[in-house]
């Protein structure tokens, strides 16, 4: 192989790597952003409270004794 022909596919090769890179970016560049402030998500709705009753002292035995 002479080398006028090694320096050719170089180039060549180089040529085609740069072009394939150019389309990448222009493809990248054309795909749309997404905008982060376009689907704002549901206010929060404040919990309601729950309906406590106080436990009597016998009820607290019991369930310590449960637990032992």
């Given at each position: 192989m002479s080398k006028k022909s090694?320096?050719?596919k170089v180039l060549a090769v180089g040529l085609i790597?740069?072009?394939?890179?150019?389309?990448?970016?222009v493809?990248?560049?054309s795909k749309?952003?997404?905008?982060p402030w376009e689907?704002?998500?549901a206010p929060a709705q404040p919990q309601?409270?729950?309906?406590?009753?106080e436990?009597?002292?016998?009820?607290i035995r019991e369930i310590?004794?449960?637990?032992k």
């Open positions: 090694k320096v050719g790597a740069g072009i394939v890179a150019l389309l990448v970016a493809w990248k560049a749309p952003i997404e905008d689907n704002e998500p309601q409270p729950v309906e406590s009753r436990a009597s002292v016998e009820e310590i004794e449960d637990d």
